[in-house]
């Protein structure tokens, strides 16, 4: 790393939100540029910048900043260029070079120190001076700031999130308790927290460190889909975290509940212990659902059963009983869970549904946990659905966080609520889903509860059917039978632990045998770039997905979408990039949305009409890189454009391959899959599953007939730890208690 110390002489570029800045500097006699994080600098100050030179292809020769610190100006052109650049409320040219005349070199000690002299100069009375020293003092305050952050080892661009957090507070709140970072700022978490503790000095024994530190174990938790922690093993975790005594953390715990910032709940073998948000969300699905599954005007059976045999004469279907089960429940019942596998019927239950409840003169309204769901919903029924989020009005604001404009207060205006993939759905957001709708409605739970079970928290669609509370009906009989599709068969097989059947003549489910990681990876990649398009004309950028179990390894996410980029999008001197760490995205890359942001917006291309949110899962292409404006263009569903900021870029990933858990509520026309060994937690049978469900036209398995068959025996589900079945059985015995009273 080099040091180089130079005076900032003009500001090419800044970045508002991130403070990637790029800007010309005077270097001894020469003049250079220099880019990377540096917010606030302003034109005059000293700068002394350390990193490294680099050649960018475009613009030559440029000083890469990884840190900086800057001084106030201290010759007299420098505070005059300093000073007329317009950093200083109610200072310009003139006023620059009328107060540098005065007060030459003092100019900036009069303005800190003694503002009233300012009045001095003509045309500057008492309340514009005061206005000159406060603008003047928080310059100096950021660049104290930063000085302050940067000597603690935070990067400048995690700076900038925290200055506009705690703005002239950042010193003194961090200074008691660095830790507050980590639960107020998104993307900081308990590790730098407690890095700038260490370097701050911060006793490790600290109490409020022990409690950071233990609420950062049970967040980690619900990251893997936890509702709660044992309380042995959540002390066992902090300890080995936070290297502290047991007798440390269990006190923390006693006083994180006092706060109730978490809650105990005693189990037969250990306490259960919840952060806050995941104990109200728990509670509250389990009372609500008792109370709608208990709440609702009856339909009239006998009459409703007369009529679904019209609609079937009508559309010439007959239901299976199963399926006439799901229809007439569905209105009889407060809730109804419909499971089944993939051909099962549930659309056209649903279908069946929507009709019943439309002539009782019900108000239904449709919903799915993604966009993607939502659209296929949408298609299937003839009907708008949108996502829960859309339905329940979400919002984002930067003093409130997520918040739900429908809730209890201000329910849904709907009779009945019909919800597809309902696997997919957390237990947070059946929590909000929930409290958007008031008793007596009806709720309609849609979904196969073999597929993969949500990303976030929570076990909720198997805990309710497990919990024998909520009426359950199993479709099991596959319509969808194919004679010329063996997708459907298969996943039906794999899902009762059946080897598929594979290569059939003129069939849509293959297997590529191959040895090793190297010749698995090398026949996917054939596959894709050379094979599939030839001999099917699949087009290998919009038709084939990969799916891969495991992000690491030759035939993991990463290698593969290293490799297909190579083949399928090489570089190119008109082909712009961007790298972020390890990845390269480039002009034409396939991309894929990572997390939901419900508030970015997207322009249509044609029309131009707005909107926002993009999804996890969303898959696009990049349509543009600007190097100038540092932000990038990803095309979404052919004609929604979005445009990223460099500083956003973590919440995109190259989506040549993608892992099945990704792949959840997506269906591609084909997909590609190397088959490996791996940890028995990861290849297991509900994975293949939902690898296989989500291809419509073809499915290429590449590897070993015997991984195949372990990943098959292997019915091992991951544990969970929920409590959402106990409780919906709790709250029945608690009623039929009070009944009995
Ligand atoms: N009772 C029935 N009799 C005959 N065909 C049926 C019946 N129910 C459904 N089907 C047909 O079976 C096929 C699959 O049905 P449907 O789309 O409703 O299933 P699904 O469970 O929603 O499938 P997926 O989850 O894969 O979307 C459709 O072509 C549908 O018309």
Same mark, same amino acid.
């Given at each position: 790393? #080099?040091?180089?110390?130079?005076? /900032?002489?003009?500001?090419?570029?800044?970045?508002?939100?991130?403070?990637?800045?790029?800007?010309?500097?005077?270097?001894?006699?020469?003049?250079?540029?220099?880019?990377?994080?540096?917010?606030?600098?302003?034109?005059?100050?000293?700068?002394?910048?350390?990193?490294?030179?680099?050649?960018?292809?475009?613009?030559?020769?440029?000083?890469?900043?990884?840190?900086?610190?800057?001084?106030?100006?201290?010759?007299?052109?420098?505070?005059?260029?300093?000073?007329?650049?317009?950093?200083?409320?109610?200072?310009?040219?003139?006023?620059?070079?009328?107060?540098?005349?005065?007060?030459?070199?003092?100019?900036?000690?009069?303005?800190?120190?003694?503002?009233?002299?300012?009045?001095?100069?003509?045309?500057?009375?008492?309340?514009?001076?005061?206005?000159?020293?406060?603008?003047?003092?928080?310059?100096?305050?950021?660049?104290?700031?930063?000085?302050?952050?940067?000597?603690?080892?935070?990067?400048?661009?995690?700076?900038?999130?925290?200055?506009?957090?705690?703005?002239?507070?950042?010193?003194? %709140?961090?200074?008691?308790?660095?830790?507050?970072?980590?639960?107020?700022?998104?993307?900081?978490?308990?590790?730098?927290?407690?890095?700038?503790?260490?370097?701050?000095?911060?006793?490790?024994?600290?109490?409020?460190?022990?409690?950071?530190?233990?609420?950062?174990?049970?967040?980690?938790?619900?990251?893997?889909?936890?509702?709660?922690?044992?309380?042995?093993?959540?002390?066992?975790?902090?300890?080995?975290?936070?290297?502290?005594?047991?007798?440390?953390?269990?006190?923390?715990?006693?006083?994180?509940?006092?706060?109730?910032?978490?809650?105990?709940?005693?189990?037969?073998?250990?306490?259960?212990?919840?952060?806050?948000?995941?104990?109200?969300?728990?509670?509250?699905?389990?009372?609500?659902?008792?109370?709608?599954?208990?709440?609702?005007?009856?339909?009239?059976?006998?009459?409703?059963?007369?009529?679904?045999?019209?609609?079937?004469?009508?559309?010439?279907?007959?239901?299976?009983?199963?399926?006439?089960?799901?229809?007439?429940?569905?209105?009889?019942?407060?809730?109804?869970?419909?499971?089944?596998?993939?051909?099962?019927?549930?659309?056209? /239950?649903? !279908?069946? *549904?929507?009709?019943?409840?439309?002539?009782?003169?019900?108000?239904?309204?449709?919903?799915? +946990?993604?966009?993607?769901?939502?659209?296929?919903?949408?298609?299937?029924?003839?009907?708008?659905?949108?996502? *829960?989020?859309?339905?329940?009005?979400?919002?984002?604001?930067?003093?409130?966080?997520?918040?739900?404009?429908?809730?209890?207060?201000?329910?849904?205006?709907?009779?009945?609520?019909?919800?597809?993939?309902?696997?997919?759905?957390?237990?947070?957001?059946?929590?909000?889903?929930?409290?958007?709708?008031?008793?007596?409605?009806?709720?309609?739970?849609?979904?196969?509860?073999?597929?993969?079970?949500?990303?976030?928290?929570?076990?909720?669609?198997?805990?309710?059917?497990?919990?024998?509370?909520?009426?359950?009906?199993?479709?099991?009989?596959?319509?969808?039978?194919?004679?010329?599709?063996?997708? %459907?068969?298969?996943?039906?097989?794999?899902?009762?632990? #059946?080897?598929?059947?594979? !290569?059939?003549?003129?069939?849509?489910?293959?297997?590529?045998?191959?040895?090793?990681?190297?010749?698995?990876?090398?026949?996917?990649?054939?596959?894709?770039?050379?094979?599939?398009?030839?001999?099917?004309?699949?087009?290998?950028?919009?038709?084939?997905?990969?799916?891969?179990?495991?992000?690491?390894?030759?035939?993991?996410?990463?290698?593969?979408?290293? #490799?297909?980029? #190579?083949?399928?999008?090489?570089?190119?001197?008109?082909?712009?990039?961007?790298?972020?760490?390890?990845?390269?995205?480039?002009?034409?890359?396939?991309?894929? @949305?990572?997390?939901?942001?419900?508030?970015?917006?997207?322009?249509?291309?044609?029309?131009?009409?707005?909107?926002?949110?993009?999804?996890?899962?969303?898959?696009?292409?990049?349509?543009?890189? !600007?190097?100038?404006?540092?932000?990038?263009? %990803?095309?979404?569903?052919?004609?929604?454009?979005?445009?990223?900021?460099?500083? @956003?870029?973590?919440?995109?990933?190259?989506?040549? /391959?993608?892992?099945?858990?990704?792949?959840?509520?997506?269906?591609?026309?084909?997909?590609?899959? +190397?088959?490996?060994?791996?940890?028995?937690?990861?290849?297991?049978?509900?994975?293949?599953?939902?690898?296989?469900?989500? /291809?419509?036209?073809?499915?290429?398995?590449?590897?070993?007939?015997?991984?195949?068959?372990?990943?098959?025996?292997?019915?091992?589900?991951?544990?969970?730890?929920?409590?959402?079945?106990?409780?919906?059985?709790?709250?029945?015995?608690?009623?039929?208690?009070?009944?009995?009273?």
């Amino acid at each position: 790393m #080099q040091e180089i110390e130079c005076r /900032a002489e003009n500001i090419v570029y800044t970045n508002e939100a991130n403070g990637f800045t790029v800007l010309e500097a005077r270097w001894g006699k020469k003049i250079m540029t220099a880019v990377g994080y540096m917010p606030y600098v302003a034109v005059g100050e000293q700068l002394l910048l350390r990193g490294q030179w680099v050649l960018h292809p475009d613009y030559g020769q440029q000083f890469k900043v990884e840190s900086y610190e800057s001084y106030k100006p201290t010759d007299l052109k420098g505070i005059e260029r300093y000073l007329a650049s317009g950093m200083i409320a109610g200072i310009g040219p003139s006023t620059a070079k009328k107060l540098v005349q005065h007060f030459g070199e003092k100019t900036l000690d009069v303005m800190q120190c003694d503002p009233d002299r300012l009045t001095e100069i003509e045309g500057i009375g008492k309340s514009k001076a005061e206005k000159i020293a406060a603008s003047f003092a928080k310059q100096a305050e950021l660049r104290q700031v930063m000085v302050f952050l940067q000597s603690h080892g935070i990067t400048p661009s995690y700076a900038v999130k925290i200055y506009n957090q705690y703005g002239t507070e950042t010193q003194r %709140v961090l200074s008691e308790n660095p830790y507050r970072m980590a639960e107020d700022i998104y993307g900081i978490g308990f590790k730098t927290a407690d890095r700038m503790a260490q370097s701050l000095g911060i006793d490790r024994m600290s109490p409020y460190r022990v409690a950071c530190g233990t609420k950062y174990v049970l967040s980690q938790a619900s990251n893997e889909g936890h509702t709660f922690l044992p309380r042995s093993l959540l002390i066992e975790k902090a300890v080995a975290l936070l290297e502290v005594d047991n007798d440390m953390v269990s006190s923390a715990l006693t006083a994180l509940a006092i706060s109730r910032d978490i809650f105990f709940e005693p189990d037969q073998e250990d306490t259960r212990v919840y952060l806050a948000p995941f104990y109200y969300a728990e509670t509250g699905v389990a009372a609500k659902l008792y109370s709608l599954a208990s709440g609702v005007d009856v339909c009239d059976a006998a009459g409703l059963e007369e009529r679904l045999k019209a609609i079937q004469k009508e559309q010439g279907i007959i239901l299976a009983e199963q399926q006439r089960k799901a229809v007439i429940t569905a209105l009889t019942e407060g809730i109804v869970v419909i499971t089944g596998g993939p051909g099962t019927g549930k659309t056209t /239950a649903i !279908n069946c *549904i929507i009709r019943l409840m439309m002539e009782q003169g019900l108000k239904v309204v449709l919903t799915a +946990p993604t966009g993607r769901a939502a659209k296929r919903m949408t298609q299937a029924t003839g009907y708008d659905a949108m996502t *829960i989020h859309r339905l329940l009005e979400y919002t984002f604001s930067e003093d409130e966080g997520d918040s739900f404009q429908r809730n209890e207060k201000k329910p849904l205006e709907c009779d009945a609520v019909i919800v597809d993939e309902v696997s997919m759905v957390d237990i947070i957001l059946m929590h909000n889903l929930l409290k958007a709708m008031r008793s007596g409605m009806r709720l309609v739970l849609v979904g196969d509860a073999d597929q993969l079970p949500s990303v976030g928290p929570g076990n909720v669609l198997r805990d309710i059917i497990g919990s024998d509370i909520i009426p359950v009906v199993k479709l099991e009989q596959v319509f969808r039978q194919a004679s010329h599709s063996m997708i %459907v068969t298969n996943a039906h097989r794999i899902n009762h632990g #059946q080897m598929p059947y594979i !290569n059939v003549k003129d069939g849509d489910f293959f297997m590529e045998v191959k040895e090793g990681q190297n010749q698995i990876m090398q026949t996917v990649i054939q596959l894709c770039t050379q094979r599939l398009p030839s001999y099917y004309g699949y087009d290998p950028l919009k038709d084939i997905q990969v799916l891969s179990p495991m992000k690491k390894g030759v035939a993991g996410v990463w290698n593969l979408n290293a #490799q297909l980029q #190579q083949r399928l999008n090489p570089p190119a001197p008109h082909k712009p990039e961007r790298s972020v760490g390890e990845i390269i995205f480039r002009l034409g890359d396939r991309v894929m @949305q990572i997390k939901n942001d419900y508030n970015v917006l997207w322009q249509k291309r044609e029309g131009g009409e707005e909107g926002q949110g993009v999804f996890n899962g969303d898959v696009g292409y990049i349509a543009h890189i !600007n190097d100038e404006e540092q932000c990038l263009t %990803v095309l979404f569903d052919d004609d929604k454009e979005v445009v990223y900021d460099f500083g @956003q870029l973590d919440e995109l990933q190259l989506a040549y /391959a993608i892992s099945v858990h990704k792949s959840q509520g997506s269906e591609f026309p084909v997909v590609v899959m +190397p088959i490996v060994s791996g940890p028995p937690m990861l290849m297991a049978r509900n994975l293949l599953y939902t690898a296989v469900t989500r /291809a419509k036209e073809l499915v290429v398995l590449v590897g070993r007939s015997e991984h195949l068959r372990s990943m098959i025996n292997n019915d091992f589900v991951v544990q969970r730890y929920s409590g959402l079945k106990e409780r919906l059985c709790a709250v029945k015995a608690a009623v039929a208690a009070a009944e009995r009273l």
